[in-house]
């Protein structure tokens, strides 16, 4: 009877996911965005960062891929992951007792190895 519980990789996602995340971070505060909320959660889903810039509200996706063996990292928010976003979002919205209104835009941060590419307003 085998026993052997393998924690690791998925514990070394979480790590590596973490990582970009913070480096997303840097660059969005070097650029002059203020960071609103990290890894921002609900039942709906989860937004990995929120940042304001010029009283604009930006929902911030991270992705990392080593490479693009299996497709790039912006397609990998595909449609399922949008709408989950988008729910979030408006949750984050109406938590935070903002309107519907309130100029927002979503944003990807794709990492493909050490390139990084931002995509303002990518859905």
């Known amino acids: 009877m085998n026993h052997d519980i393998t924690y690791p990789l998925s514990q070394n996602k979480r790590q590596t996911g973490?990582?970009?995340?913070?480096?997303a971070e840097e660059y969005?505060?070097?650029?002059?965005?203020?960071?609103l909320e990290r890894n921002f959660r609900n039942r709906?889903?989860?937004?990995?960062?929120?940042a304001k810039k010029?009283?604009?509200i930006h929902f911030?996706?991270?992705k990392y891929r080593t490479t693009s063996d299996f497709g790039s990292p912006l397609e990998a928010v595909d449609v399922r992951k949008q709408n989950q976003i988008r729910k979030v979002a408006m949750y984050y919205l109406m938590k935070n007792k903002l309107s519907e209104w309130t100029p927002c835009q979503?944003?990807?941060i794709a990492?493909?190895?050490?390139?990084?590419?931002h995509l303002e307003n990518a859905f």
């Open 44 to 50: 709906s889903g989860e937004i990995d960062l929120i």
């Open 18 to 23: 973490t990582a970009y995340e913070l480096k």
């Open 60 to 62: 911030i996706e991270v």
């Open 54 to 56: 010029e009283g604009q």
């Open 111 to 117: 990492f493909e190895g050490e390139k990084m590419t």
């Open 106 to 108: 979503f944003d990807v």
């Open 28 to 35: 969005l505060l070097g650029n002059g965005y203020k960071i």
